[in-house]
């Protein structure tokens, strides 16, 4: 009789790439969804409803357009030129909705 012995188990966690990249990929997804909250409050800001409305689909057109950017919304490996785009954004979105309030 012959046994057949299993590969040894790897160590690590297989869907992580490392505690940089989690933080980056945290970070990208919190700042996201403040843009997109901003992006609705500008539109709700300017026109009431209908531009919160408006808000809501250009949040939904900047997530699409993230993902055609890098293959999934929340990649695993994120460029630091992505995370510093999306952070100049939200910095951005921010000074406007304190300029219209």
Do not use: C, E
Not at 3 to 12: D, E, F, L, T, V
Not at 36 to 64: E, N, Q
Not at 77 to 100: C, F, K, Q, R, Y
């Amino acid at each position: 009789m012959t046994y057949q012995h299993s590969p040894p188990a790897r160590s690590g966690n297989r869907v992580s790439a490392g505690a940089a990249s989690d933080l980056k990929t945290f970070l990208a997804a919190t700042l996201l969804t403040f843009s997109a909250g901003l992006v609705v409050l500008i539109g709700y800001g300017m026109a009431g409803g209908f531009g919160a409305f408006l808000g809501i689909i250009g949040a939904a057109f900047g997530v699409v357009w993230w993902h055609s950017l890098h293959g999934k919304v929340f990649p695993r490996d994120l460029p630091n030129s992505s995370l510093l785009g999306v952070t100049a954004a939200a910095v951005v979105l921010g000074l406007i909705v304190l300029a219209l309030s």
